[in-house]
């Protein structure tokens, strides 16, 4: 089954700190990962995807195959890093995409 | 660019009535267009996917008779739901492909249905 899991409904930290949000996926298939945002009252956006092994606001994520993870990583939190980040999967035709249930990063003062 | 609009972001309606919610491409042709659904606290759930002039295909569990999507033009996509219970109630979110040759998904606002 196809599924995508994140495991922390909150993250919280201080600003400068280090910030993991978790991600591990299902697919029999070779997978397309993402990572949307959705910051306070706005819609959800495309923060960055696998294939494109960019660095955006600072964010980085690795696929691993081997651990099915695809986490996103920030070595210093900003404040204005807070927002709900949703890890998704692309699976089957048209780019249908799966996504996790979420984590929300707050990142404080 | 790349900008995805719905209409409305807000709707209430009684129970039995069917009330339509639209997703607009604003300065691309959609290729295709997604449906999702989220439920307070919860993750998004794809509903459908529709391709302009064809049939939406549904995914599994979503009766395709409640939550009929009409995808008449490559810029619009409307999601009807049909004789609405208070179940139905919910965050109901389109997004769309660019004819650009770029697979990314836009998002729009989202559409907050309460039926009552």
């Known amino acids: 089954a196809q599924r995508v899991t994140q495991p922390e409904k909150l993250l919280s930290v201080f600003k400068g700190a280090p910030v993991e949000l978790k991600c591990n996926y299902s697919y029999s298939g070779s997978p397309e990962l993402f990572w949307y945002v959705q910051y306070s009252r706005q819609r959800l956006q495309l923060l960055l995807r696998h294939i494109s092994r960019e660095s955006i606001k600072g964010f980085t994520a690795d696929l691993n195959k081997g651990e099915t993870s695809f986490h996103l990583k920030k070595p210093f939190a900003q404040e204005e890093d807070s927002a709900m980040y949703y890890c998704?999967?692309?699976?089957?035709?048209?780019?249908?995409?799966?996504f996790g249930a979420g984590t929300r990063l707050a990142v404080h003062p | 660019g790349a900008v995805v609009s719905q209409h409305p972001s807000r709707v209430i309606c009684k129970s039995g009535t069917s009330v339509k919610i639209e997703c607009r491409s604003l300065d691309f042709q959609a290729t295709t267009m997604f449906w999702y659904r989220q439920f307070p606290k919860q993750s998004l759930m794809l509903m459908a996917t529709s391709n302009e002039g064809s049939k939406a295909t549904y995914e599994q569990g979503v009766e395709k008779d409640k939550f009929l999507i009409n995808h008449a033009s490559l810029t619009l996509s409307t999601l009807t739901v049909t004789s609405a219970h208070p179940e139905d109630s919910s965050f109901y979110i389109c997004s769309a492909t660019s004819d650009r040759g770029t697979d990314e998904q836009y998002f729009g606002p989202g559409t907050r249905l309460t039926v009552t």
């Open positions: 998704a999967l692309s699976a089957g035709g048209y780019n249908k995409l799966i």
